[in-house]
């Protein structure tokens, strides 16, 4: 991998343990169980559905429609298996394993790779990290309880925006494809926020990707990707 890869992948890690942290806090304070936010964690590992899953079934919504607010909100990373794909491996268990992993992040990581081995590295270093890193927060976060008081004025909501967007900034520079997908969905994102409730904008900005399907001459596409 480029230099420079794992230190960002460790930045990533560290807002990731602030916010699991805060989901745990903030689920057991809220009156869940403490093994509802691990089990979640464990088991869907998607930091926004959890969120949003959190915040119906602590304000009286019941489970029916927690869960199916965490499958629409978590069915972005359908369109980011296409930019990882070739980064899973080849094997069933491989796979498998891959689907359970892919996030907003990894899928920034391989993203900016240079190489098939770059991003494939990039992918499973940043996918268990993260993995590992998130469920030990939770954990940790769940049993603090309400001791960390209200979790928001530490204005932890703008923690991974802004990693996020020092990740993807490479791509952005570099593709006039990648530019026009991410341009079409942010205007998108920006229409949608004050109408739609938390998480549906991110996911109506799937839409921007259409604009990948104007393939330029200069920037042909990637062997192996199926984006």
């Known amino acids: 991998m480029p230099p420079g890869v794992l230190r960002d992948i460790a930045l990533v890690l560290v807002a990731d343990a602030v916010v699991g942290v805060s989901f745990g806090a903030i689920s057991v304070a809220g009156g869940l169980p403490l093994w509802v936010p691990i089990a979640m964690s464990l088991l869907v590992y998607a930091g926004s559905a959890q969120f949003s899953a959190v915040a119906l079934l602590t304000g009286g919504g019941g489970p029916v429609a927690a869960a199916a607010t965490g499958l629409l909100l978590n069915s972005r990373t359908a369109a980011f298996s296409l930019a990882v794909a070739d980064s899973l491996g080849r094997t069933w268990p491989a796979r498998l394993v891959g689907a359970h992993l892919i996030t907003d992040e990894t899928a920034a990581f391989v993203i900016a790779q240079p190489d098939a081995r770059s991003r494939k590295a990039a992918f499973w270093i940043s996918g268990i990290g993260l993995f590992a890193v998130w469920n030990v927060s939770v954990c940790a976060g769940a049993l603090a309880g309400s001791a960390l008081?209200?979790?928001?004025?530490?204005?932890?909501?703008?923690?991974?925006?802004?990693?996020?967007?020092?990740?993807?900034?490479?791509?952005?520079r570099d593709d006039g494809n990648a530019r026009r997908a991410g341009a079409l969905g942010a205007?998108?994102?920006?229409?949608?926020?004050?109408?739609?409730?938390?998480?549906?904008?991110?996911?109506?900005a799937l839409a921007g990707l259409v604009a990948m399907r104007r393939k330029s001459p200069d920037h042909p596409e990637r062997p192996g990707s199926s984006s």
């Open 187 to 204: 205007v998108i994102a920006l229409a949608a926020t004050p109408v739609l409730p938390a998480g549906a904008p991110v996911l109506l």
């Open 149 to 172: 008081g209200d979790t928001g004025r530490f204005g932890l909501d703008a923690a991974f925006p802004a990693v996020l967007l020092a990740l993807v900034l490479p791509a952005l």
